[in-house]
């Protein structure tokens, strides 16, 4: 099965091409390309994504990614065929009816690629959602106008399906090709993104439970805004992680031993903590905003008296080891109250490397018997790799032309 697969739920527009073949559930898997074209530098102005912005270049990469794409896979074919009058007016029709919202898109995917002939992929995967609507739409309008022009069939895909799915891919030494391993069930997935961050159980390919949640605002979310009011750029998760390593040393231990320099001179005087919330609750949900409210009020006291620069590193390890031992606790008990058999880290904020570290440390410890799976660093962001594996591995039909993008959609 060969899957061309595309995302554009939030910043990153993303193509790929995915050829399965053998075994279902272990299939060899061929990556022909894997385009990721991020415009993080473009939000990083406005301090987060901004979604008109967003949609806006969406619609103008779109049309090079495919392009690209297929060239890179070696299926590139443009026509000289010309149809018929009549059949030119009824397709120009037809997509001036799906990209009713997307002109722009329109005027681009005309000049572009109405003559590219259909390529031999036998499904095109599109991210409907959750994600922000107006990216969503762009990429579900341009699947759409594929699956009609080369008349594939479009499969619908979670984009949360494809974090837990870029886990599965994994490389078996060092410069080798990704292959897909075949997990044991109950898998327990720690999802965490801009968005989203969520335990999922997995009880087979497509049989997922969310059995926690965050209550207010996201692992990454969190990670982002206390970037902002540290001020340092966006997205706030590599900036945080980069300051805390400063006084960290690579060695995730308590810090109070092992805190040095100007760092630790602020901890001794002002013995920062900051809240676990949830730490101990009897569900296995999450909150975040409170952790985030706490470093605005101790960035206000203590910016009185000290530069932002000289905080920065000290408030940054704190408040990732806060997030951090709620991520790992809630995830650890979800697990041995399941009886996982695999535990799995997937999301953006899955390239944490203390994250990594300490949920691997913990399993290995505490869940007897199980597998750790985390993507290869390369996958953790969003790429549309991820999406053609959750459409492959799902098992969802073919969907309706009149698929829709949905910005809320659960598991
Ligand atoms: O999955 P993702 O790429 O996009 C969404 O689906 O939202 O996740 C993006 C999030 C951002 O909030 C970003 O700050 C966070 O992942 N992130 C990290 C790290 N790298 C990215 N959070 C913590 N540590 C990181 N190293
Ligand atoms: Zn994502």
């Known amino acids: 099965?060969?899957?061309?697969?595309?995302?554009?739920?939030?910043?990153?527009?993303?193509?790929?091409?995915?050829?399965?073949?053998?075994?279902?559930t272990r299939p060899a898997?061929?990556?022909?390309?894997?385009?990721?074209?991020?415009?993080?530098?473009?939000?990083?102005?406005?301090?987060?994504?901004?979604?008109?912005?967003?949609?806006?270049?969406?619609?103008?990469?779109?049309?090079?990614?495919?392009?690209?794409?297929?060239?890179?896979?070696?299926?590139?074919?443009?026509s000289n065929f010309q149809f018929p009058i009549s059949k030119q007016i009824l397709k120009?029709?037809?997509?001036?009816?799906?990209?009713?919202?997307?002109?722009?898109?329109?005027k681009r995917f005309k000049k572009y690629i109405l003559l590219i002939q259909s390529p031999k992929i036998d499904a095109i995967a599109i991210t409907i959602g959750p994600g922000l609507a107006?990216?969503?739409?762009?990429?579900v309008n341009f699947a759409?106008?594929?699956?009609?022009?080369?008349?594939?069939?479009l499969i619908p895909v979670n984009h949360m399906e494809g974090h837990l799915y870029s886990a599965f891919l994994q490389k078996s030494g060092e410069n080798s090709n990704f292959q897909i391993l075949n997990p044991k069930f109950p898998i327990l997935a720690l999802l965490v993104s801009g968005g989203h961050t969520e335990l999922v159980l997995a009880r087979g390919y497509g049989k997922y439970k969310i059995v926690g949640e965050t209550l207010d605002d996201a692992a990454g979310e969190a990670f982002d805004k206390v970037a902002r009011i540290l001020g340092l750029g966006y997205p706030g998760g590599p900036v945080i992680s980069a300051e805390a390593k400063k006084i960290l040393n690579s060695k995730?231990?308590?810090?109070?031993?092992?805190?040095?320099?100007?760092?630790?001179?602020?901890?001794?005087?002002?013995?920062?903590?900051?809240?676990?919330?949830?730490?101990?609750?009897?569900?296995?949900?999450?909150?975040?905003s409170g952790l985030k409210t706490a470093v605005l009020y101790l960035v206000r006291d203590l910016s009185k008296k000290y530069s932002i620069k000289v905080l920065r590193p000290t408030i940054a390890r704190e408040f990732q080891d806060a997030a951090v031992?709620?991520?790992?606790?809630?995830?650890?008990?979800?697990?041995?109250?399941?009886?996982?058999?695999?535990?799995?880290?997937g999301g953006g904020v899955a390239a944490n490397s203390l994250l990594r570290h300490r949920l691997f440390s913990a399993v290995a410890r505490e869940i007897l018997n199980s597998k750790f799976l985390i993507p290869d660093s390369s996958l953790c962001g969003d790429n549309a790799l991820m999406i053609a594996l959750a459409a492959y591995f799902s098992g969802k039909k073919?969907?309706?032309?009149?698929?829709?993008?949905?910005?809320?959609?659960r598991f």
């Open 1 to 24: 099965m060969r899957i061309l697969a595309i995302e554009t739920s939030c910043d990153e527009t993303a193509i790929a091409v995915v050829d399965f073949a053998g075994p279902k």
């Open 29 to 78: 898997i061929k990556i022909f390309s894997n385009i990721v074209s991020s415009q993080v530098k473009l939000h990083a102005k406005f301090g987060g994504v901004v979604p008109n912005l967003a949609k806006r270049e969406h619609q103008r990469n779109l049309p090079f990614i495919l392009k690209r794409a297929l060239k890179e896979s070696k299926l590139l074919k443009i």
């Open 92 to 106: 120009i029709q037809t997509l001036e009816k799906i990209f009713e919202r997307e002109p722009e898109l329109l």
């Open 134 to 139: 107006p990216a969503l739409w762009v990429g």
């Open 144 to 153: 759409k106008a594929l699956a009609y022009l080369w008349k594939k069939p």
């Open 252 to 288: 995730p231990a308590p810090y109070r031993s092992e805190a040095s320099g100007t760092g630790s001179e602020i901890l001794n005087k002002f013995q920062i903590k900051l809240p676990r919330p949830m730490l101990n609750s009897k569900d296995y949900n999450f909150s975040f």
């Open 325 to 345: 031992e709620v991520l790992v606790k809630k995830t650890i008990k979800a697990a041995k109250d399941y009886k996982a058999k695999t535990v799995l880290l």
């Open 398 to 409: 073919k969907a309706p032309m009149s698929i829709g993008a949905e910005a809320n959609l």
